[in-house]
């Protein structure tokens, strides 16, 4: 827990549930950092996947 991420998981909504995103088990704290939005994760429930799949552009 606490990684910090610049953008939420290919896939995830929008979904708020108590200030936090909700994501395939995973919920993310969106916190300011230098002006940019990070999401840091908050707490994972038991049996939550907790692999990344994540989009690079060039």
């Keep these: 827990m606490g990684a910090t991420m ?15 995103y909700y ?6 704290r969106p916190v300011m950092q230098g002006g940019t939005t990070v999401y840091i994760v908050n707490s ?3 049996g939550a996947s907790t692999s990344i799949e994540y989009e690079e552009y060039y």
């Design 6 to 20: 610049y953008a939420l998981p290919v896939g995830c909504g929008r979904m708020m549930r108590g200030g936090l």
């Design 23 to 28: 994501c395939s088990g995973i919920y993310y």
């Design 44 to 46: 994972i429930d038991p």
